[in-house]
């Protein structure tokens, strides 16, 4: 069993910053690849940032330059570091993980979803 936890959505104003978090526990013998995805009111859910199992990372191009996607294999944690936020990036944010469990089992999880509003 595993279970993903996502931290770190909140307020903030235009220009800010946030860190938005997403641990996995349990049965992780390692993450293979995560991707943090986005849905704002009204619109699909859409993926911002990709980190794939071979590696390297990638955005969309309405992040690009702004987030990164990074992780810590030790705490089987993965980040989204958002900068220059704006009204656009509104959205409730979620971690999806592909994940190898101690089963050696490959299984996605998914976040419950962290709210990031941006506003003055």
């Known amino acids: 069993q595993v279970q993903l936890v996502e931290s770190g959505g909140g307020l903030v104003q235009p220009g800010g910053s946030l860190r938005l978090s997403c641990a996995a526990s349990?049965?992780?013998?390692?993450?293979?690849?995560a991707g943090w995805h986005r849905q704002a009111p009204g619109k699909q859910r859409e993926l911002v940032a990709h980190?794939?199992?071979?590696?390297?990372?990638h955005y969309a191009d309405s992040v690009q330059g702004r987030f990164t996607v990074s992780r810590d294999n030790a705490k089987n944690t993965v980040y989204l570091q958002m900068n220059s936020l704006t009204p656009d990036d509104m959205a409730i944010y979620y971690c999806?993980?592909?994940?190898?469990?101690?089963?050696?089992?490959?299984?996605?999880?998914w976040g419950q979803g962290t709210q990031v509003t941006v506003s003055s």
């Open positions: 349990g049965s992780v013998f390692r993450i293979n690849a």
């Open positions: 980190m794939p199992s071979g590696g390297g990372t």
């Open positions: 999806n993980l592909e994940i190898l469990t101690t089963s050696l089992q490959i299984i996605d999880y």
